[in-house]
Protein backbone atom coordinates (compact mmCIF):
# COMPACT_ATOMS: atom_id res chain seq x y z
CA UNK A 1 0.00 0.00 0.00
CA UNK A 2 1.18 3.61 -1.17
CA UNK A 3 2.67 5.80 2.12
CA UNK A 4 0.58 9.35 2.20
CA UNK A 5 1.57 12.07 1.10
CA UNK A 6 3.37 14.53 3.29
CA UNK A 7 0.61 17.15 3.41
CA UNK A 8 -1.77 14.37 4.86
CA UNK A 9 0.67 13.09 7.22
CA UNK A 10 1.38 16.69 8.44
CA UNK A 11 -2.38 17.94 9.06
CA UNK A 12 -2.82 18.78 11.67
CA UNK A 13 -5.96 19.50 14.16
CA UNK A 14 -6.47 21.56 16.65
CA UNK A 15 -9.34 21.01 19.20
CA UNK A 16 -10.38 22.15 22.41
CA UNK A 17 -11.94 19.30 25.16
CA UNK A 18 -13.69 19.03 28.02
CA UNK A 19 -14.99 16.21 30.60
CA UNK A 20 -18.70 17.06 29.68
CA UNK A 21 -20.95 18.09 27.05
CA UNK A 22 -23.15 20.04 29.02
CA UNK A 23 -22.40 23.50 29.24
CA UNK A 24 -22.37 24.79 32.46
CA UNK A 25 -20.55 21.24 33.87
CA UNK A 26 -17.49 22.62 31.46
CA UNK A 27 -17.58 25.69 33.31
CA UNK A 28 -16.43 23.99 36.91
CA UNK A 29 -13.47 23.19 37.70
CA UNK A 30 -11.09 20.68 36.52
CA UNK A 31 -13.63 20.06 33.63
CA UNK A 32 -11.57 21.88 31.06
CA UNK A 33 -8.88 19.79 29.68
CA UNK A 34 -8.26 22.50 27.33
CA UNK A 35 -6.31 22.36 23.90
CA UNK A 36 -4.68 19.30 21.81
CA UNK A 37 -2.65 19.70 18.46
CA UNK A 38 -3.90 16.31 16.72
CA UNK A 39 -0.49 15.29 14.50
CA UNK A 40 -0.86 11.30 15.33
CA UNK A 41 -3.52 9.25 12.79
CA UNK A 42 -7.24 9.85 14.03
CA UNK A 43 -7.60 6.50 15.84
CA UNK A 44 -5.24 7.05 18.12
CA UNK A 45 -5.75 10.56 19.34
CA UNK A 46 -9.44 9.90 20.14
CA UNK A 47 -8.52 6.72 21.85
CA UNK A 48 -6.11 9.44 23.73
CA UNK A 49 -8.53 11.58 24.19
CA UNK A 50 -11.05 9.51 25.62
CA UNK A 51 -8.49 8.13 27.68
CA UNK A 52 -7.91 11.18 28.97
CA UNK A 53 -11.49 12.13 30.18
CA UNK A 54 -12.46 14.24 27.00
CA UNK A 55 -16.78 13.59 26.44
CA UNK A 56 -16.98 16.64 24.62
CA UNK A 57 -14.37 17.95 21.91
CA UNK A 58 -14.74 20.84 19.80
CA UNK A 59 -13.08 21.45 16.20
CA UNK A 60 -12.68 25.17 16.14
CA UNK A 61 -11.80 25.60 12.34
CA UNK A 62 -14.67 25.11 9.85
CA UNK A 63 -14.69 21.33 8.25
CA UNK A 64 -14.98 21.17 4.47
CA UNK A 65 -16.76 18.21 3.06
CA UNK A 66 -16.54 18.58 -0.55
CA UNK A 67 -13.98 16.52 -2.42
CA UNK A 68 -11.47 19.14 -3.13
CA UNK A 69 -11.32 19.46 0.22
CA UNK A 70 -7.88 20.06 2.29
CA UNK A 71 -6.05 17.23 3.85
CA UNK A 72 -6.52 19.19 7.28
CA UNK A 73 -10.12 19.09 7.11
CA UNK A 74 -10.41 15.07 5.70
CA UNK A 75 -8.29 14.17 8.95
CA UNK A 76 -10.70 16.54 10.81
CA UNK A 77 -13.48 14.16 9.50
CA UNK A 78 -11.36 11.29 10.26
CA UNK A 79 -11.01 11.96 13.86
CA UNK A 80 -14.92 12.95 14.06
CA UNK A 81 -15.47 9.33 12.84
CA UNK A 82 -13.23 8.06 15.62
CA UNK A 83 -14.84 10.04 18.51
CA UNK A 84 -18.17 9.24 17.16
CA UNK A 85 -17.53 5.34 17.33
CA UNK A 86 -16.63 6.33 21.24
CA UNK A 87 -19.61 8.02 22.29
CA UNK A 88 -17.81 11.61 22.12
CA UNK A 89 -19.92 14.79 21.68
CA UNK A 90 -18.81 16.45 18.98
CA UNK A 91 -18.54 20.36 18.39
CA UNK A 92 -17.75 21.31 14.65
CA UNK A 93 -19.28 23.24 11.85
CA UNK A 94 -18.90 22.02 8.17
CA UNK A 95 -19.09 23.45 5.19
CA UNK A 96 -20.27 22.33 1.95
CA UNK A 97 -20.58 24.53 -1.71
CA UNK A 98 -21.33 21.37 -4.01
CA UNK A 99 -23.98 19.93 -2.35
CA UNK A 100 -23.00 16.96 -1.55
CA UNK A 101 -24.12 16.69 1.73
CA UNK A 102 -27.23 16.22 0.87
CA UNK A 103 -26.76 12.71 -0.21
CA UNK A 104 -26.12 11.59 3.09
CA UNK A 105 -22.85 9.70 3.04
CA UNK A 106 -21.81 11.89 6.47
CA UNK A 107 -24.75 11.08 7.92
CA UNK A 108 -23.37 8.49 10.82
CA UNK A 109 -21.18 11.04 12.00
CA UNK A 110 -21.91 13.31 14.95
CA UNK A 111 -24.21 15.97 13.27
CA UNK A 112 -22.23 19.61 12.88
CA UNK A 113 -23.76 22.82 14.39
CA UNK A 114 -23.62 24.18 10.82
CA UNK A 115 -23.35 23.40 7.47
CA UNK A 116 -21.87 26.79 5.83
CA UNK A 117 -22.84 27.19 2.21
CA UNK A 118 -26.34 24.77 2.81
CA UNK A 119 -29.90 26.41 4.32
CA UNK A 120 -29.79 26.14 7.77
CA UNK A 121 -32.49 22.96 7.23
CA UNK A 122 -29.72 20.84 6.02
CA UNK A 123 -28.01 20.74 9.12
CA UNK A 124 -31.25 20.64 11.30
CA UNK A 125 -32.27 17.41 9.14
CA UNK A 126 -28.98 15.63 10.02
CA UNK A 127 -29.46 16.39 13.29
CA UNK A 128 -32.55 15.00 13.52
CA UNK A 129 -31.58 11.71 11.68
CA UNK A 130 -28.31 11.00 13.77
CA UNK A 131 -28.55 8.04 16.04
CA UNK A 132 -25.45 6.22 17.29
CA UNK A 133 -24.28 3.22 15.12
CA UNK A 134 -26.08 4.37 11.83
CA UNK A 135 -23.18 3.26 9.78
CA UNK A 136 -20.46 0.82 11.83
CA UNK A 137 -18.59 -1.80 11.57
CA UNK A 138 -16.85 -5.02 13.54
CA UNK A 139 -14.44 -7.79 12.54
CA UNK A 140 -15.32 -11.10 13.13
CA UNK A 141 -12.55 -14.15 12.92
CA UNK A 142 -11.47 -13.74 8.72
CA UNK A 143 -14.31 -11.37 8.34
CA UNK A 144 -15.75 -7.20 8.49
CA UNK A 145 -18.90 -6.67 9.05
CA UNK A 146 -20.73 -3.58 7.95
CA UNK A 147 -24.22 -2.31 8.75
CA UNK A 148 -25.73 0.92 7.70
CA UNK A 149 -28.55 2.80 7.84
CA UNK A 150 -27.44 5.88 6.35
CA UNK A 151 -30.27 5.68 3.54
CA UNK A 152 -33.19 4.04 5.44
CA UNK A 153 -33.16 0.95 5.50
CA UNK A 154 -30.48 -1.57 6.93
CA UNK A 155 -27.74 -2.61 4.41
CA UNK A 156 -25.32 -4.95 5.65
CA UNK A 157 -21.88 -6.08 3.82
CA UNK A 158 -20.07 -8.83 4.87
CA UNK A 159 -16.44 -8.52 3.49
CA UNK A 160 -13.87 -11.35 3.92
CA UNK A 161 -11.54 -11.22 1.11
CA UNK A 162 -8.26 -10.72 1.66
CA UNK A 163 -7.31 -7.82 -0.42
CA UNK A 164 -10.38 -5.95 0.78
CA UNK A 165 -9.83 -6.55 4.17
CA UNK A 166 -6.25 -5.44 3.75
CA UNK A 167 -7.29 -2.49 2.20
CA UNK A 168 -9.48 -1.40 4.54
CA UNK A 169 -7.49 -1.53 7.10
CA UNK A 170 -5.31 0.91 5.80
CA UNK A 171 -8.23 3.10 4.45
CA UNK A 172 -8.80 3.53 8.70
CA UNK A 173 -6.07 6.19 8.17
CA UNK A 174 -6.56 7.00 4.78
CA UNK A 175 -4.41 5.65 1.49
CA UNK A 176 -3.65 7.50 -1.50
CA UNK A 177 -5.90 6.94 -4.34
CA UNK A 178 -3.48 5.16 -6.30
CA UNK A 179 -2.70 3.23 -3.71
CA UNK A 180 -5.54 0.96 -3.66
CA UNK A 181 -6.32 -1.75 -5.68
CA UNK A 182 -8.57 -0.45 -8.80
CA UNK A 183 -11.08 -3.58 -8.02
CA UNK A 184 -11.31 -3.06 -4.68
CA UNK A 185 -11.42 0.78 -4.32
CA UNK A 186 -14.59 0.03 -7.52
CA UNK A 187 -16.38 -1.99 -4.65
CA UNK A 188 -16.16 0.13 -1.89
CA UNK A 189 -17.16 3.21 -3.85
CA UNK A 190 -19.73 1.22 -5.27
CA UNK A 191 -20.96 0.63 -1.74
CA UNK A 192 -20.91 3.39 -0.26
CA UNK A 193 -18.18 3.16 2.11
CA UNK A 194 -15.13 5.86 1.13
CA UNK A 195 -14.75 9.35 0.80
CA UNK A 196 -11.98 10.78 -0.86
CA UNK A 197 -10.16 14.03 -0.12
CA UNK A 198 -6.93 15.88 -0.61
CA UNK A 199 -6.05 12.67 -3.32
CA UNK A 200 -6.71 10.10 -0.94
CA UNK A 201 -9.41 7.78 -0.05
CA UNK A 202 -10.62 7.06 3.79
CA UNK A 203 -13.04 4.67 5.48
CA UNK A 204 -16.45 5.96 6.28
CA UNK A 205 -18.16 3.24 9.03
CA UNK A 206 -17.68 3.74 12.50
CA UNK A 207 -15.81 1.13 14.53
CA UNK A 208 -18.07 -0.40 17.04
CA UNK A 209 -16.56 -0.21 20.70
CA UNK A 210 -19.66 -0.81 22.67
CA UNK A 211 -23.84 -1.31 21.29
CA UNK A 212 -26.03 1.52 22.36
CA UNK A 213 -28.85 -1.36 22.11
CA UNK A 214 -28.80 -5.02 21.63
CA UNK A 215 -26.39 -5.62 18.19
CA UNK A 216 -29.46 -6.80 16.75
CA UNK A 217 -31.40 -4.17 16.84
CA UNK A 218 -28.93 -1.77 15.33
Given at each position: ?S???SE?????????SW???D???????????????????P??AA??????????????????????AS?TS????LL???????G???????R??????????????????A???Q??????????S?????????????F????D?R??T??????D?P??L?????????????????????D???A???A??????????V??H?WP?????V
Amino acid sequence: MSSVSSEWAGAAVVVESWRDHDPLARELFGMALGSTVVTDDPVTAAADLYAAGARCVRVPDTVELCRDASATSARSLLLVRELTGRGVAVEWTARCADGCVTDGRFGHLYPPSAVLGQPAAVAAGWRKSYFPCRCVFRHGPGFLEVRDRRFGTLEMFTVDEPAHLATIAALVTGVPVAGVPADVLADLVGAGLVAEHAGHVWWLPVRVHRWPAPALVV
